[in-house]
């Protein structure tokens, strides 16, 4: 049997947070959902020596303290995290946001829906793409090592 899907959401808002919660219910075969509603305990969390790497991280960037612009930049910065895909998962549709997501190198950028079906199809989408697609073995001491080696831009 495979194993799950690690998903990290980081959300400040507890709404959202329970809306997607109530989502990924419905994928609880093929997923584990952690959240956070603080983008620096998300980022202390991952960046924890013993910790689980998540196969994807859903982040909102509209967040007090350590917004998740700062929390994707940190990550990029990170050897240990930099190569998780980071999907932007917000409410935003400005084209600033867009672009500087992409420039910090985010995986995708993603705007919520705020209708409970259409978000359900959003993150069946999601869950059946990095199901497909994720490292099965994260991290591994050679993949981080070869990390280290790899420049984040030429």
């Given at each position: 049997?495979?194993?799950?899907?690690?998903i990290a959401v980081i959300d400040d808002n507890r709404s959202?947070?329970?809306?997607?919660?109530?989502?990924?219910?419905?994928?609880?075969?093929?997923?584990?959902?952690?959240?956070?509603?603080?983008?620096?305990?998300?980022?202390?969390?991952?960046?924890?020596?013993?910790?689980?790497?998540?196969?994807?991280?859903?982040?909102?960037?509209?967040?007090?303290?350590?917004?998740?612009?700062?929390?994707?930049?940190?990550?990029?910065?990170?050897?240990?995290?930099?190569?998780?895909?980071?999907?932007?998962?917000?409410?935003?549709?400005?084209?600033?946001?867009?672009?500087?997501?992409?420039?910090?190198?985010?995986?995708?950028?993603?705007?919520?829906?705020?209708?409970?079906?259409?978000?359900?199809?959003?993150?069946?989408?999601?869950?059946?793409?990095?199901?497909?697609?994720?490292?099965?073995?994260?991290?591994?001491?050679?993949?981080?090592?070869?990390?280290?080696?790899?420049?984040?831009s030429r």
């Amino acid at each position: 049997m495979t194993r799950l899907l690690r998903i990290a959401v980081i959300d400040d808002n507890r709404s959202e947070l329970f809306l997607l919660e109530e989502v990924f219910k419905t994928f609880a075969a093929q997923v584990k959902v952690t959240t956070y509603s603080d983008g620096k305990a998300a980022f202390d969390a991952m960046q924890h020596s013993d910790a689980l790497c998540p196969d994807v991280v859903l982040l909102d960037i509209n967040m007090p303290g350590m917004n998740g612009f700062e929390v994707l930049k940190a990550m990029k910065a990170d050897a240990k995290l930099k190569c998780i895909p980071v999907v932007v998962l917000t409410t935003s549709m400005d084209e600033s946001d867009v672009m500087q997501a992409y420039a910090l190198f985010a995986s995708a950028y993603l705007v919520k829906s705020g209708h409970f079906s259409d978000l359900l199809k959003q993150m069946k989408s999601l869950v059946e793409f990095w199901t497909r697609t994720r490292l099965m073995s994260w991290p591994s001491p050679s993949a981080l090592d070869i990390l280290q080696e790899v420049p984040l831009s030429r």
